[in-house]
């Protein structure tokens, strides 16, 4: 019976020694080295496997000034038949903050059907990842925007419904008299127009903008004059990449 006990004892912490020392030696996965080649004139930002319906920031690997290369490390593909597709998101300037009182501004653009896709393996590099320079009919602008010019005399609110809009450029809800002032208007990624007919400014009274369709990837520009109305401006609308 002792006999038994024994051997019933070596046996326990024979097992804890091996466990013990798996723990201690845990498997080591080499990442591997990821080079890209930014080609354009634009600051770019990488994102890995980003599903553009539901925008997700962990997604982001890098950003790339105009024309230099960084490197990142990477832990292997999950998918070694499909890969990691890589999106570049070309930073394109909106507000150049020359206008006092805003301040400059970039916003995101992708090129239309492209993106890099690599099966990342253990410990291996990768070079010539190249992000090129797009013709200007390749950017696809994910959102539209709003430039409105305040000729009140006092500060104003933009309104959508209920919601007081943030301005795009600075981060405030207010636009200073005689000051200029960006908005975006945020679209779902497949839907390329929406029917404005909420739209408002207000200080002491409200001034509401009139009915239109806006077009993703557009700028619409308004006044808000001195006598309460709100009219468009002489160039209504206007391309952000000719802007």
């Not at 390749?138 to 000729?151: G, M, T, V, W």
């Not at 301005?167 to 000051?179: E, P, Q």
């Not at 001034?207 to 006044?223: A, D, L, N, R, T």
């Amino acid at each position: 019976m002792k006999r038994r006990i024994i051997y019933f004892i070596v046996f326990f912490i024979s097992i804890l020694f091996i466990i013990t020392a798996c723990e201690d030696d845990p498997v080591q996965v080499i990442p591997a080295t990821v080079f890209f080649t930014n080609n354009s004139g634009y600051r770019v930002d990488i994102y890995k496997n980003l599903n553009p319906v539901n925008y997700d920031p962990s997604t982001w690997v890098c950003t790339i000034s105009a024309g230099s290369t960084v490197s990142v490390q990477m832990y292997p593909s999950y998918d070694q038949i499909l890969g990691d597709a890589f999106i570049p998101r070309y930073k394109v300037q909106l507000v150049d903050g020359m206008d006092f009182g805003t301040l400059q501004t970039f916003i995101d653009a992708e090129r239309t059907l492209y993106n890099i896709t690599i099966v990342i393996e253990e410990g291996k590099t990768y070079i010539n990842n190249v992000i090129p320079e797009p013709e200007q009919d390749q950017l696809k602008f994910l959102h539209s925007y709003i430039e409105i010019n305040n000729a009140w005399t006092n500060q104003i609110y933009i309104s959508r419904g209920t919601n007081i809009l943030s301005r795009i450029d600075t981060g405030n809800t207010y636009i200073g008299s005689y000051r200029m002032g960006y908005y975006e208007i945020q679209f779902p990624y497949y839907s390329n127009t929406l029917l404005m007919n909420q739209l408002k400014a207000f200080s002491s009274s409200d001034m509401p903008f009139p009915v239109f369709e806006m077009e993703k990837g557009k700028i619409y520009s308004f006044i808000v004059n001195s006598d309460g109305t709100v009219t468009a401006a002489s160039t209504a609308i206007k391309n952000i990449v000719n802007y």
